[in-house]
Every structure is written in structure tokens, then in C-alpha cells.
């Protein structure tokens, strides 16, 4: 619940935050740890996390039986929660520990869209505020710094995270070092191994959609498709008040908001919803709602883009919802 005397917390992009839907995909064994209140994970983004942050910690904070180690053993359920293929893995490899925690790496992927790794995480401590870790990032060998966008599971072996897609030199060749902030310290563990970025091409439609009734403009500002993933950068502008669905008594602080949400319908008519956020920090207000959402593509075929809300704030996004604007694409 929102913190009436709380200006940040409600504020639109904490509302976003709030209500925002990643894909948790399916693990073995799953045991699901206590979950954090959901104004404690705003707190947390307030503190200092990025947006794609706090969106990777909600979306997975888990807990399994682990997988076996190593490129070759890793599960179809790690591959298919990344969207890969068993043949699209490179080998990468590291580990590292401290008093609560051990991280291994046994895989990677890369291409202009995002950065994945396949991370083990495992802590030996007992619950407490120093018991966890806290928005991991890596770095290459030139310096430049990589955000986590989505993906953080604990204790399921060797799952996805994933990170900002490489860039300049280090798109051709990176050497990476892996970051795990936790308690007050930072376990750092260098990679063995080079990961290149895959190309990926611009599908972007080339018209702007506007509701002269609604007085919104619908953009899809960037649409990259690498192959696995298929990344949209939608841009909102205009009066979004008209397309904010509200909840609760009118008027109130503790009333709630649906703000429009951006999905990929695939050819069998199947809604996706993201696997992570993309690497731009989201720009949302009562004017503007500029996000970037990264989906899995499993094959050719023609697709819709679509912008859609709903009434039910329960409801996983379907053929129910009104769709506000859309766009049909072609990838293979």
C-alpha cells in the first residue's frame, strides 16, 4: 500500500513499478522465498537502485533445488527462461564466495539487444537485513558499466540474469567481470572467456498512432530484433490521464492506477509479456510514458505489437483487454 505522506512512492513511476508484469518463468521443484512488501522493494528503489533494478528483483526471487553446473548441463527450463536455444550458450565461467554467499557463471549470450548470464546464487546466511544481494552489474574491460534489467533468482542454480547489451569495443569481444553487491561488501569475479554481441535489426514501424478523442500519441520510438529477443521502446505522449485506469475511492491517495501496459502477440495469438526491461532508465509521468521492454521471439512469423489496459488489475493480459493502439510486424 502507498504511503499517503509519501510524495515519491506516489508518484506515477512508483505506480508503474508497482503494477508491473515480467515474466516468472516456470522452475523446478519451486519454493517461493517470503516476499518482500511491495513498499519495501520501492523503498529499496529510492534508496538508490534503478528502475530495470527494482523490475529485476520483482520479477524473480526464488527458491529450488539447484541445477548442475556447467554450459552443457544447463536445464531447458534455464535455457527457455532466457529465451535461448541450447546451441546460442557460449561457454563462460567464474565463481566466487564470502561468509554468506557463493556465485558461479556457466554460460552466456550476447547481442545488440541484451547481455545474459547464467548465474548461480546461493546464500549461507540466515534472513536478515544483511542476508541478500542487491542489484549485481558487470563491467568489462574498458571500464564501461552494465545494469541488471531482469532475472534474479536465488538458490535455482544456474538462471538468467540479464543485463545492458554490450557497447563500442567491448561489443566485439568483452571480458567481463560480474559484480554481487551484498551485506557491505561487493563480491567481483572476472570471467573466463570472450562474449560477442550478435547483431540485431531495425524492424521500428515508421507511423505514430494518435487518439484525437483520448488526445494521446502511441509511438514505437525502436524496435530491434536480434534473433531470441525481440526489443520495444514505446514512447507515450499527450494527456495519459485519459488512458490511466483508476481504482479505489476518486480523488484519494490510496486510490490505485492501471497505466497502460505494451505487449507482443505472437502468430498462434498468444500475448507475451516481457522477459526483462531494457537498458534506458523508464521515463513516466502524467505526460509521458517512454519504457523499453525486451520479449522473447521463438520463431518467424508475423507478430502485433500492441497497447493495451484493463479493468481488472488481476488479469493476466489477453485477448480481454482493449487494445489502444497496435502494430503488426514481420520478424524472421
Not at 512508483?14 to 503494477?19: C, D, K, T
Not at 517461493?32 to 520479477?59: D, E, I, Q
Not at 540479464?162 to 551484498?182: E, I, K, M, Y
Request: charge should be neutral; proline fraction near 7%.
Amino acid at each position: 500500500m502507498i504511503d499517503p505522506e509519501d510524495s515519491l512512492l506516489a508518484g506515477p513511476l512508483a505506480q508503474r513499478l508497482e503494477h508491473m508484469r515480467l515474466t516468472i518463468p516456470p522452475a523446478p521443484r519451486l519454493a517461493v522465498l517470503p516476499t518482500l512488501s511491495r513498499r519495501h522493494l520501492l523503498r529499496t528503489w529510492r534508496g538508490g537502485l534503478t528502475a530495470t533494478g527494482v523490475a529485476a528483483l520483482v520479477a524473480l526471487t526464488i527458491t529450488a533445488f539447484a541445477y548442475p553446473g556447467g554450459l552443457a548441463a544447463l536445464t531447458q527450463d534455464a535455457l527457455r527462461a532466457a529465451g535461448l536455444s541450447s546451441s546460442e550458450g557460449v561457454p563462460l565461467s567464474g565463481s566466487g564466495a564470502t561468509a554468506s554467499l557463493k556465485v558461479s557463471v556457466s554460460g552466456g549470450y550476447a547481442d545488440q539487444v541484451s547481455t545474459v548470464l547464467f548465474v548461480a546464487v546461493g546464500l549461507t546466511c540466515q534472513q536478515g537485513p544483511t542476508c541478500g544481494i542487491r542489484g549485481p552489474y558487470l563491467t568489462d574491460q574498458f571500464g564501461t558499466r552494465y545494469s541488471i534489467t531482469g532475472g534474479e533468482g536465488i538458490g535455482v542454480g544456474a538462471y538468467p540474469m540479464f543485463f545492458q547489451p554490450l557497447t563500442g569495443a567491448a561489443a566485439s569481444g568483452a571480458r567481463l567481470v560480474l559484480h554481487v553487491p551484498a551485506g557491505n561488501s561487493e563480491l567481483g569475479i572476472p570471467l573466463s572467456g570472450t562474449l560477442m554481441a550478435r547483431k540485431a535489426r531495425d524492424l521500428t514501424p515508421s507511423t505514430s498512432i494518435v487518439d484525437a478523442n483520448k488526445e494521446v500519441t502511441f509511438q514505437i520510438t525502436s524496435l530491434l530484433y536480434s534473433g531470441p529477443y525481440l526489443e520495444v521502446h514505446s514512447h507515450l505522449s499527450g494527456d495519459l490521464q485519459n488512458v490511466i485506469v483508476h481504482s479505489g475511492p476518486s480523488g484519494q491517495m490510496l486510490s490505485g492506477e492501471s497505466w497502460p501496459g505494451v505487449f507482443v502477440v505472437d502468430p498462434s495469438g498468444t500475448w507475451q509479456i516481457p522477459l526483462a526491461m531494457g537498458g534506458n532508465r523508464p521515463n513516466v509521468n502524467d505526460q509521458v510514458q517512454d519504457e523499453t521492454r525486451i520479449f522473447s521471439i521463438a520463431k518467424p512469423g508475423t507478430y502485433r505489437v500492441v497497447v493495451a489496459q484493463t479493468n481488472d488489475r488481476n488479469s493476466a493480459p489477453d485477448s480481454t483487454w482493449t487494445v489502444l493502439a497496435e502494430w503488426t510486424i514481420v520478424v524472421g
